[in-house]
Every structure is written in structure tokens, then in C-alpha cells.
């Protein structure tokens, strides 16, 4: 596995792979991973020659500097979890690499699917999102590139820039990876004692509970019954929103979507948590 912190010193790697006719796969990350991470990096490994992970917690992603600077970092725990992953590049660039003219995101247009859920809650996060990950792209050029179904709205927004942008890359997804008892892995449960990951089992609870008796009820009704569930539990809802699966725009009927999937934000403790579900 080599390290590389520069997109110069990666590319040199990559074009003699290249060269050699070897396919180049993709891993976008923050670090702090778990094993959700280290399954997009095997999914790559089964399907391309290389496989390429990125880690940088990216500043324009976060609308709360308190939960950029609370954000888990341990890069050197991260590179060790790597080894015999599958992974064969290591990408840890600094900010400067990242963002030469200085950090901001660009305007892109993200085709409304920005409006709802998290980017309605965390403004100008998918313009942090789309631009780094489009200077990813640039800088790695790969064939494949893996994103998680525990951020859909995240992949459905990077599949549409890939495509209306006409970039050179498959955007391949990747179920949500859980724990058993179901808690959705993330960076983020690491901030959480063992008491605040049990309370965050809600988020699954709620989500199972809109699967099964969702055509019981109207969407409005379903994001009530889940609305009071967290406030029994003492629990801190950010929103729970029923939405079209292709356009995200949200649902007042069933009948208004051929597929329809639930998404929730919470937050435990202070750490916020997301987690969705398609229902049909
Ligand atoms: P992050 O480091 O949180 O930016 O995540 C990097 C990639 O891993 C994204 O494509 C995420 O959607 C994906 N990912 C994170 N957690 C999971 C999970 N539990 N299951 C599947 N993919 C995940």
C-alpha cells in the first residue's frame, strides 16, 4: 500500500497503472473509518486493479465549525485499518492541495436535489460535497468511484453532477453497512458512549417501524408517529421526511411516488446521526 499527500505523487503512480492497462477505483472519505468504510474499499478491490481511498474532512462540508473541530481524526489508526483491505493508494492531502485558490465551495447546479433533507438543514453542505468531490475526481481520475447508501442523498446528488457534467467516472453505490442490533456504522459513533449508542438505535427502530406499517398511515402521519416515538425517548429529532426515491422532493401520498424512502436526522448526545430506508 503507498501513501501519497500530494495529487502530483499520485498521479505519477496512477499513470504508470494506467499505462498498464490497470482499472483505477475510487473511495472518498473522511477518515475515522470503520467497517463500513473498509466495505466500499473491498467492493473497489473485487472490481478494479487499483483502489484508490481519500481521506480529508473537508471544511466546506461543514455549516458548524463545533462540529467540524469535534469531528474524529486519527489518520495513522486509519492507515493501519487499511492495510490488507484491498487498498493500494492512500491519499491523506492537505487543504492547500485540495483547495490551490483558497476553501470555498463552487455554485453548482445540483438538480433540486440539494433542497430537502440535509441540504435544507445544513446549508451550502452538497456545494462542500459536489466541489471536493469533483476536485477529487479531477486529481484521481477514476474509473469506478464507491459512496455509501448511509449518505443517499449525498450519492444520488454526485451521481446526477457525474453525469451532467459528463465526467469520466461510474458512480457505484453501496448498501448501508450496520451493526447487529442495526445502528447504521459511522465516524461519528465514536463520540458515543455505549449507553448513547443503545439510545441511538431509535434511528433504526423508527426507520423498521415506517417500513412495516407505513401503508397503514399517510407520509405525515408516519413522520408524527416517529416524532412523538423520539420525544418519549427523550431523544432529539432533527426531521424525519418521507420522499420520492428519484427526485427527493417530499411526498404528502403513497400514490405520489412509484418508490418512496424515509430519512432521518438525530442527534445523541450532541452527535448527529442520519440513517434512511427505502419503504417501497
Ligand atoms: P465519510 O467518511 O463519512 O464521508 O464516508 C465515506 C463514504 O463511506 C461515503 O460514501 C459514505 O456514504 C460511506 N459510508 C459511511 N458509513 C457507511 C455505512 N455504514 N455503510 C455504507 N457506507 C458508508
Given at each position: 500500500?503507498?501513501l501519497?499527500d500530494?495529487?502530483?505523487g499520485?498521479?505519477?503512480?496512477?499513470k504508470?497503472a494506467?499505462d498498464q492497462?490497470?482499472?483505477?477505483?475510487?473511495?472518498?472519505t473522511?477518515?475515522?473509518l470503520?467497517?463500513?468504510?473498509?466495505?466500499l474499499v473491498?467492493h473497489?478491490?473485487?472490481?478494479?486493479d487499483?483502489?484508490?481511498v481519500?481521506i480529508?474532512?473537508?471544511?466546506?462540508?461543514?455549516n458548524?465549525?463545533e462540529?467540524?473541530?469535534?469531528?474524529?481524526?486519527n489518520?495513522?489508526?486509519?492507515i493501519?485499518?487499511?492495510?490488507g483491505?484491498?487498498?493500494?493508494?492512500?491519499?491523506l492531502?492537505?487543504?492547500?492541495?485540495?483547495?490551490?485558490?483558497?476553501?470555498r465551495?463552487?455554485?453548482?447546479d445540483l438538480?433540486?436535489l440539494a433542497?430537502?433533507?440535509?441540504?435544507?438543514?445544513?446549508?451550502?453542505?452538497?456545494d462542500?460535497v459536489?466541489?471536493v468531490?469533483?476536485?477529487?475526481?479531477e486529481?484521481v481520475k477514476?474509473?469506478?468511484?464507491?459512496?455509501?447508501?448511509?449518505?443517499y442523498?449525498?450519492?444520488?446528488?454526485i451521481?446526477?453532477?457525474?453525469?451532467?457534467?459528463?465526467?469520466?467516472v461510474?458512480?457505484?453505490?453501496?448498501?448501508i453497512?450496520?451493526?447487529k442490533?442495526?445502528?447504521?456504522?459511522?465516524?461519528?459513533?465514536?463520540?458515543l458512549?455505549t449507553?448513547d449508542q443503545?439510545?441511538?438505535?431509535?434511528?433504526?427502530r423508527?426507520?423498521?417501524?415506517?417500513?412495516?406499517?407505513?401503508?397503514?398511515?399517510?407520509?405525515k402521519q408516519v413522520?408524527?408517529?416517529?416524532s412523538?416515538?423520539f420525544?418519549?425517548?427523550d431523544?432529539?429529532l432533527?426531521?424525519?421526511e418521507v420522499v420520492?426515491d428519484?427526485?427527493?422532493?417530499?411526498?404528502?401520498?403513497?400514490?405520489?411516488?412509484e418508490?418512496?424512502?424515509?430519512?432521518?436526522?438525530?442527534?445523541?448526545?450532541g452527535?448527529r446521526?442520519?440513517?434512511?430506508?427505502l419503504l417501497?
Amino acid at each position: 500500500m503507498h501513501l501519497f499527500d500530494t495529487g502530483r505523487g499520485l498521479n505519477e503512480y496512477l499513470k504508470k497503472a494506467r499505462d498498464q492497462g490497470r482499472q483505477v477505483g475510487f473511495v472518498p472519505t473522511m477518515g475515522a473509518l470503520h467497517q463500513g468504510h473498509l466495505a466500499l474499499v473491498k467492493h473497489s478491490a473485487a472490481e478494479n486493479d487499483e483502489t484508490v481511498v481519500s481521506i480529508f474532512v473537508n471544511p466546506t462540508q461543514f455549516n458548524n465549525q463545533e462540529d467540524l473541530r469535534k469531528y474524529p481524526r486519527n489518520p495513522q489508526k486509519d492507515i493501519d485499518m487499511l492495510e490488507g483491505s484491498g487498498c493500494t493508494a492512500v491519499f491523506l492531502p492537505s487543504e492547500k492541495e485540495i483547495y490551490p485558490k483558497g476553501t470555498r465551495s463552487k455554485v453548482i447546479d445540483l438538480g433540486g436535489l440539494a433542497e430537502t433533507m440535509e441540504g435544507a438543514h445544513r446549508p451550502g453542505h452538497f456545494d462542500g460535497v459536489a466541489t471536493v468531490v469533483w476536485r477529487f475526481f479531477e486529481l484521481v481520475k477514476p474509473d469506478n468511484a464507491y459512496f455509501g447508501e448511509k449518505d443517499y442523498q449525498q450519492l444520488r446528488i454526485i451521481t446526477f453532477l457525474a453525469k451532467s457534467k459528463n465526467l469520466p467516472v461510474a458512480i457505484v453505490p453501496h448498501p448501508i453497512e450496520r451493526n447487529k442490533d442495526g445502528l447504521a456504522l459511522s465516524s461519528r459513533n465514536q463520540l458515543l458512549s455505549t449507553k448513547d449508542q443503545d439510545r441511538a438505535l431509535a434511528l433504526y427502530r423508527a426507520l423498521e417501524w415506517a417500513r412495516q406499517n407505513y401503508r397503514k398511515h399517510t407520509p405525515k402521519q408516519v413522520k408524527e408517529h416517529i416524532s412523538n416515538s423520539f420525544k418519549k425517548e427523550d431523544l432529539n429529532l432533527e426531521y424525519a421526511e418521507v420522499v420520492d426515491d428519484t427526485n427527493l422532493q417530499h411526498i404528502n401520498s403513497w400514490d405520489d411516488a412509484e418508490h418512496a424512502r424515509i430519512f432521518l436526522a438525530a442527534s445523541v448526545s450532541g452527535v448527529r446521526l442520519i440513517d434512511n430506508l427505502l419503504l417501497f
